[in-house]
């Protein structure tokens, strides 16, 4: 199952983003049991300055009690300070 988290970044904020996704974001996520992958993508063929981050988790119980850890809120709180036009969606391999 692929967690995947898409925004935009905010004028003159890609260093911040970036050192927050590669830094505080990645260790969250890769310290919680059932964490396999965590890669943040940038989008090269845009017109604008997007950020791609997949996190691979292992079964969706796993998922679920991430979900609910007070730090991934405080987490997801600040990424909105630091990226626009968040979304995200968990992804499962139908092949």
Excluded at 10 to 28: R, S, Y
């Amino acid at each position: 199952m692929i967690y995947h988290i898409m925004c935009d970044v905010q004028p003159a904020g890609e260093a911040k983003l970036d050192a927050f996704l590669n830094g505080k974001m990645k260790k969250f996520w890769t310290s919680n049991p059932g964490v396999v992958r965590y890669h943040v993508y940038g989008d090269k063929l845009a017109n604008k300055l997007e950020r791609v981050i997949m996190i691979e988790v292992g079964a969706f119980n796993e998922f679920d009690k991430i979900l609910d850890l007070d730090e991934r809120q405080v987490l997801r709180s600040e990424l909105l300070t630091l990226a626009t036009n968040v979304t995200s969606r968990i992804l499962e391999a139908i092949e």
